[in-house]
């Protein structure tokens, strides 16, 4: 380590610094990064960020097999999902059921004021709730495991530098480091929205980085490539499929090319706009059958996709004291040079509660 010689000042000691991070979610929205402005953020306390996450109880399924009218079984595509005494609802029937084993469930058919009817394979099974006789043994247990999950802190470097003459130089709207600071910082936003969207997670080693997991790799369970054009019903589908799990995906990120689709057939349903609820963002709302969905268009997310986020179940993590700052650089010759500095990765909980949509060529 060299030896200073004098007085400690900014100018021959690395190290002084200056948070920024109160201002990332102010700028992330005129930066146009949303998904970073719209983020809920929760600390990261080791490289390595785990979470422990339980899964929510599923809402439906759907037949493995058709049915007839008559028949006393049906086939479900997973049958770890019910438990005797469950009521199921298939279309207008309603069935209760009396036994399972594995993906076959014995049922009571045309339970209560319904009727028995024939149902094909794919018809949605929802699942109503238990149903209990007086004086009924206690229904058997339906718990699931907790599981942990984890995703790696990756550190974003951006320098600024400017030599001493320039900085000098006087030029309208301030100094030129200030200038690149502010241009730069930007930059610095920009590759944390891509790696956030997009990012690969590796665990590091001592010759390669680590690096956070994006949603794309993140989202594995509703995975839908559209290969053309995306109707109403394909979206609305896609939705369902998600809800069914225990999602509740209010929060649309679509590329520009999948928000064209949607306004192509939501004209009259999606109404623009922008205002603090959405941290200054410009956004539409589209109500259908499972809410009031925000539709925000992210630059950022790989053309002709979309993202279908329960924004509950989603964090931005930067490990403790490496959220970002701008970090002075020892000066050894004549020039200024800082670089702003942030230690960070994505929290996903409950990938099964989100969607990832893409091959959108347009809409239909």
Known sequence: MANIQGILTTLNQAGAYEDLSPIVA????????????????????????????????????????????????????DGSKFRVRDLL????????????????????????????AAHSEGDAVEIIGNANPEGASAIEANA?????????????????????????????????????????FREHLVEIERALVSGTRNDGTSGTPRTMAGLVEMIGTHRQNRNGTLTQDAFISFLREIFDDGGNPSLILASPLAMQAIN???????IARADDEMFGLAYAQYLCEFGLL????????????????????????????RDTQ????????DSESAIILTETTLEVRNEYCHGFMYGITGGA
């Open 26 to 77: 102010e700028t992330a929205a005129l930066y146009q990064v949303p998904l970073l402005a719209l983020l809920p953020r929760t600390g990261a306390t080791n490289v390595k960020h785990e979470w422990v996450e339980d899964r929510r109880k599923p809402l439906a399924d759907s037949l493995a097999a058709d049915v007839t009218d008559t028949a006393t079984t049906v086939t479900v595509n």
């Open 89 to 116: 609802r298939v279309g207008d029937e309603v069935m209760l059921v009396t036994s399972r084993s594995g993906a076959t469930l014995t049922v009571t058919r045309g339970f209560g004021q319904t009727t028995a």
């Open 144 to 184: 699931t495991a907790k599981v942990r999950k984890y995703n790696m802190t990756q550190i974003f470097q951006t320098k600024v530098e400017v030599s001493g003459t320039r900085a000098s130089v006087a030029q309208p709207g301030g100094d030129e480091f200030t200038y690149q600071l502010l241009k730069q």
């Open 264 to 270: 192509y057939w939501g004209k009259g349903q999606v």
């Open 294 to 321: 925000h539709l925000v268009m992210d630059r950022y997310v790989p053309a002709g996709a979309l993202f279908a986020l329960d924004p509950d179940l989603l964090a931005y993590a930067p490990l403790e004291g």
């Open 326 to 333: 701008l970090v002075e650089l020892a000066k050894t010759g």
